[in-house]
């Protein structure tokens, strides 16, 4: 995801390298499925999921603390950076107000927000997961999730926020589409955990009938991911689909569809071969993910005020995302607990 953001010539070969969709999409995904799983495994000493509240309200101070210092560094020392926060610099007062509850984000300052957003409904939504008793009730409380994605396509981002002041940076990300991603996750989570629990205990229940179907599906899942790849990167001589289907901003279907058969993919690896996925890197990395993507937002902010002598041309723009992803990790080491 750094070295997307970071921009060509390395974003050529790695952005939406594997189809009609990004690394974005693997991040919002992962993030409810790992956070279902938490809920499931606390749900007996935190029946409430505090735990989430005081993970957004972290995310909050972090979010907040970022854009604060980003600000004061655009005003004092970087105004190349100045124009990434106008709508803050000409509304000062009514940009507090609205960037604290999270509506005013300028750009690359609009995921953090949504975390935020996402782990406060699921601390009411995600005890509900866990309480489900069979793929039906998982299914139901999945469907509101994809009614305010349709939603989503339909326009109802643009009518929200026609009620705040035009001025207002919203961001790229659109919440009614995103929010999709997230859910879906946590409801994958939710109901494999109790599938998988009943196909081991019996494989012909319907429980383990569901289970033996994902699995045989797995080839199919193989041939359209090879065929999207394929169609995204021209290797097929078929016009690319319109805007509506792959859209990035309001998760278009083809776009959704592409990323879940990439990650039922993924699920047949990790079944396979268990540790084929497993690196000692990303694990640190991932253990302290919001200080690494927090700092990696203010990476992304010194790397385009940077001269564009530097950033469009080698070796520079290959050296510094490199050595930025080099000191992220460096950062997860530090914030290591030492044994």
Same mark, same amino acid.
């Given at each position: *995801?750094?070295?997307?953001? @970071? ?7 790695? $952005? ?12 919002? @995904? ?31 101070? $972090? ?21 990434? @926060? ?43 997961? #866990? ?41 790229? @990300? ?13 409801? #994958? ?41 394929? =169609? ?16 990035? #901003? ?13 990650? *039922? ?35 992304? $902010? ?9 950033? $469009?041309?080698?070796? =520079? ?23």
């Amino acid at each position: *995801m750094t070295l997307d953001h @970071f921009g060509r010539p390395i974003s050529y070969y790695l $952005y939406q390298c594997f189809g009609f969709f990004s690394a974005a999409e693997g991040f919002f @995904f992962l993030s409810g499925f790992v956070g279902m799983l938490a809920a499931t495994s606390k749900q007996a000493k935190d029946p409430s999921q505090s735990w989430m509240r005081s993970r957004a309200l972290r995310i909050w101070k $972090y979010h907040c603390i970022t854009l604060i210092c980003l600000c004061i560094i655009a005003a004092w020392f970087l105004p190349t950076l100045a124009g990434n @926060f106008k709508c803050i610099f000409q509304h000062p007062v009514q940009s507090i107000l609205w960037s604290a509850l999270l509506i005013n984000t300028p750009e690359w300052l609009d995921v953090l927000p949504l975390y935020v957003v996402f782990l406060v409904l699921g601390s009411v939504l995600f005890p509900l997961f #866990v309480k489900a008793k069979n793929k039906t009730q998982v299914f139901l409380l999945w469907v509101p999730s994809l009614a305010v994605w349709i939603g989503a396509q339909l326009g109802l981002r643009d009518a929200v926020n026609s009620i705040f002041p035009s001025w207002i940076a919203h961001g790229d @990300f659109d919440p009614f589409a995103w929010q999709f991603i997230y859910f879906t996750g946590a409801a #994958v989570a939710a109901w494999w955990k109790r599938a998988k629990a009943q196909y081991d205990a019996n494989p012909q229940s319907s429980e383990g009938c569901a289970v033996r179907v994902v699995k045989k599906l797995t080839p199919a899942v193989l041939v359209v991911l090879a065929f999207c790849f394929l =169609w995204s990167h021209q290797f097929i001589p078929l016009q690319l689909p319109g805007d509506f289907w792959t859209n990035k #901003v309001h998760v278009g279907p083809l776009r959704f569809a592409n990323f879940f058969c990439f990650m *039922m993919c993924i699920a047949w690896i990790i079944r396979t071969w268990p540790a084929a996925l497993d690196f000692k890197v990303t694990n640190l990395i991932g253990r302290h993910s919001l200080d690494v993507y927090t700092a990696h937002i203010v990476l992304i $902010y010194f790397w385009f005020a940077a001269p564009g002598s530097i950033r $469009y041309h080698g070796p =520079w723009n290959v050296i510094v995302p490199v050595a930025a992803c080099v000191l992220l990790w460096a950062l997860s080491r530090i914030r290591e607990p030492r044994k």
